[in-house]
Nanobody, 120 residues
Framework: VQLQASGGGLVQTGGSLTLSCAVS????????MAWFRQAPGKEQGFVAA????????YYSDSVKGRFTISRDNSKNTLYLQMNSLSAEDTAVYYC??????????????WGQGTQVTVSS
């Protein structure tokens, strides 16, 4: 399975971006998929996840109410709509096949990330 994130860029505080993750190699209909991010000098952290079959979303507290995760089965693509962006959202964003350990999400594998930079 290959995962390719795109859609990052430079945006002003309060702005919006939509990230995409194209998945190839095999259908991920039974996978829990997620977005993670890594800011400079920090560990990779969970952002949001969505089950492929029920589309149930899960969010970290830091993005809840601002970000929306979704997927398009027909395109085998994962999305992350990000609104009300702040400097704290600046990071490299990765999409990943993910496992749920009792509400804790860890990436099994991920592809190349996309840089999101929020300027004030």
């Amino acid at each position: 399975v290959q995962l390719q994130a795109s859609g990052g860029g430079l945006v002003q505080t309060g702005g919006s971006l939509t990230l995409s993750c194209a998945v190839s190699g095999r259908p991920i209909s039974s996978y829990l998929m997620a977005w993670f991010r890594q800011a400079p000098g920090k560990e990779q952290g969970f952002v949001a996840a969505v089950t492929w079959t029920t589309s149930s979303p899960y969010y970290s507290d830091s993005v809840k109410g601002r970000f929306t995760i979704s997927r398009d089965n027909s395109k085998n693509t994962l999305y992350l709509q990000m609104n009300s962006l702040s400097a704290e959202d600046t990071a490299v964003y990765y999409c990943a096949k993910t496992s749920d350990y009792g509400g804790l999400y860890y990436p099994d594998y991920w592809g190349q990330g996309t840089q999101v930079t929020v300027s004030s």
